[in-house]
Nanobody, 123 residues
């Protein structure tokens, strides 16, 4: 089993930055980790994913060039650095993990989920 706990959400003005963190506990070896988000009235969408070793990353087109994803050396914490935030980035951000690799995680395969953290970007 795997448990995920997010932190770092909040309110920021457009153009600002936030960093989200997600700490994983339990069976973390070889797990891909990443982030999804869900805005009010919309479906949950993929944001970013990173492989266990950190060598492979994926990003949604809407965040490329603005968001980066990384994980610590122990592999049990993943970070999402969000720069140049815009009001359309407002959503609940969910940490996710999968043993299906980053591509599988991007597709939502066999994913574990955190409880979510709110990010609000004001204009």
């Amino acid at each position: 089993q795997l448990q995920l706990v997010e932190s770092g959400g909040g309110l920021v003005q457009a153009g600002g930055s936030l960093r989200l963190s997600c700490a994983a506990s339990g069976r973390t070896f070889s797990v891909a980790m990443g982030w999804f988000r869900q805005a009010p009235g919309k479906e949950r969408e993929f944001v970013a994913a990173i492989s266990w070793a950190g060598g492979t990353t994926y990003f949604a087109d809407s965040v490329k060039g603005r968001f980066t994803i990384s994980r610590n050396n122990a592999g049990n914490t993943v970070y999402l650095q969000m720069n140049s935030l815009q009001p359309e980035d407002t959503a609940v951000y969910y940490c996710a993990a999968s043993f299906s690799g980053p591509s599988g995680l991007r597709a939502g395969e066999s994913a574990y989920w955190g409880q979510g953290t709110q990010v609000t970007v004001s204009s």
